[in-house]
């Protein structure tokens, strides 16, 4: 690919070429390079206060299963949630188990499959994390990128989604069938 002529005005790439442009690769780096670092960071300010010390997953699970009615959801879903495969879902659901956190129980409907439950150890760890995460969240992102663009950014990355992706406050996982709230 010729380096000039990319820099110069560099044409949008197509569907049936091999290549990104000079400018769609830089800005597929950057991305790939943010939303790593972001993502890293946002783990850092949970795991830096002994209190604390969980990672960004293990904190999303507390929340998914903070805004779920009765507190419990599923492993497949809470899975589905928190975009995590089953066995890695369970090995982390295991480690939060060994602290209190969430307990596994047979499902309340069937009794055949299981659920995680939130306990009263993990909801009280959920309040105390909360603050590290919202502040780190606004510093990191927010604080740098305004309150407009972080709206436009979810809203670009929203079309990379299908429709009902379990983004919204308290919405239910996808295999569910049932529309996101808007």
């Known amino acids: ?3 000039t002529a990319a820099s110069a005005g560099d044409s949008v790439s197509t569907p049936e070429d091999l290549w990104l442009t000079g400018t769609e690769q830089t800005a597929w780096r950057t991305f ?15 795991q830096v206060d002994p209190e604390i010390d969980l990672t960004l997953g293990e904190y999303e699970i507390l929340v998914r299963l903070s805004e779920a ?15 995590h495969s089953r066995s890695r879902l369970t090995h982390t659901v295991s480690r939060m188990e060994k602290r209190g956190l969430v307990e596994r129980v047979r499902c309340s409907d069937d009794g055949r499959g299981r659920q995680a439950q939130l306990t009263g150890a993990g909801e009280a760890m959920l309040v105390r994390a909360a603050p590290a995460h919202v502040r780190s969240v606004r510093e990191l992102l927010l604080d740098v990128i305004g309150h407009d663009d972080l709206l436009e950014l979810g809203r670009i990355l929203g079309k990379t989604l299908e429709e009902g992706a379990p983004v919204a406050v308290g919405c239910p996982a996808p295999h569910q069938k049932v529309a996101a709230p808007r």
Do not use: C, I, N
């Not at 790939?32 to 949970?46: H, K, M, P, Q």
């Not at 009765?70 to 879903?77: H, N, P």
């Open 32 to 46: 790939l390079y943010a939303t790593t670092l972001l993502t890293d960071r946002f783990g850092e300010a949970l």
């Open 69 to 83: 009615e009765k507190k419990f959801l599923r492993m497949s879903e809470l899975a589905d949630k928190v975009v």
């Open 1 to 3: 690919m010729d380096d």
